[in-house]
């Protein structure tokens, strides 16, 4: 009896691993065809300035609007198109995209600041510093309102190369931020070495942060760090006015999180700002 169970456990697993192969193989031919088709769409979250009490910034998250299976997040499909190499492809799309948009809100006078996900693969393309040089002249984007957000596991692949390109994209004055800051193996050494503007803090950390004697800690810790080596700061995941308040209370800069609002289409972002904060958000003409 306990054989033939074993043996029916087996066979589940199998048949489920094998579905979700071809689950990913079909994701990943559909993935040649998304960017031509325009099935990409950029979602923009806003970024709540804890100091200013207005919007600063947002942060680009892509949708696939697939033709069977509806919206996917990037959590369906990113490691994929990393694995494949297409997440190069999708990778200059997200940038243009975002870059294009940076320029109308420049045109419009706001205020706001884009970051934009970069993946490994992308970073170490070889020609990341060559896209964004012709971005910002293209869109004729002030250099610093470009954040390009990348995580520690990332940056640690290749030190060497790392730092050099985190030298050449901080001289050309776009932002560096290390995202889901906590979470990769960070060394204090390379936070020293690598010309980095912003850390955004985990979704982890802020979480429990009102019920968690340690993660409070972990948060001031971080926050007292980035003050000393004069980082700015982004707390993700912000879901409560009591997470908000410690934050606030703690010198954090940034917040970011569905207590604002989760990442929204461009008509209801930009819908969004209008309704939330248009007048204050004006640069001096
Ligand atoms: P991330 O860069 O850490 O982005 C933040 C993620 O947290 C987003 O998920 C966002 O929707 C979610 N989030 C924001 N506020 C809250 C909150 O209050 N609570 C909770 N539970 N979640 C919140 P999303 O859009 O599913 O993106 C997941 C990850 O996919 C991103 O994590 C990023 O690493 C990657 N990603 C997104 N867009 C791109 C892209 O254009 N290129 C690349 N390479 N990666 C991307
Ligand atoms: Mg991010
Ligand atoms: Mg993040
Ligand atoms: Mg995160």
């Not at 970069?118 to 393309?125: G, H, N, P």
């Amino acid at each position: 009896h306990a054989k033939k169970k074993q043996g029916t456990a087996i066979q589940i697993f199998n048949s489920t691993l094998l579905s979700a192969f071809k689950d990913d193989a079909q994701i990943e031919r559909d993935l040649h065809t998304a960017i031509r088709g325009r099935q990409f769409e950029l979602y923009y979250q806003p970024l709540w300035d804890l100091q200013q009490n207005r919007y600063t910034g947002a942060e680009a998250l892509i949708r696939w609007h697939h033709p069977k299976k509806g919206v996917l997040f990037p959590g369906a499909f990113i490691d994929i198109a990393e694995q494949s190499g297409m997440i190069n492809a999708i990778g200059a799309w997200v940038l243009e995209a975002a870059c294009r948009q940076l320029n109308l809100w420049q045109h419009h006078n706001l205020d706001m600041s884009m970051h934009v996900n970069v993946s490994a693969r992308q970073f170490f393309s070889g020609n990341l510093y060559e896209q964004v040089w012709q971005l910002l002249s293209r869109y004729r984007l002030r250099p610093k309102s470009l954040i390009l957000e990348i995580t520690e596991t990332e940056l640690m692949e290749d030190i060497r190369y790392a730092t050099n390109l985190c030298q050449e994209l901080a001289e050309l004055g776009v932002g560096l931020a290390i995202d889901d800051f906590g979470t990769g193996y960070s060394s204090m050494r390379y936070l020293k070495q690598f010309p980095i503007s912003k850390l955004k803090i985990d979704r982890s950390f802020i979480s429990d942060l009102t019920v968690s004697h340690e993660s409070r800690e972990i948060v001031s810790a971080i926050i007292a760090m980035a003050r000393a080596l004069n980082l700015s700061l982004t707390a993700e995941g912000v879901e409560t006015t009591d997470q908000e308040t410690f934050l606030a209370k703690s010198l954090c800069d940034q917040a970011q999180g569905f207590l604002y609002s989760p990442a929204l289409r461009e008509a209801e972002f930009s819908q969004f700002l209008y309704e939330n904060q248009v007048p204050a958000n004006r640069l001096p003409v």
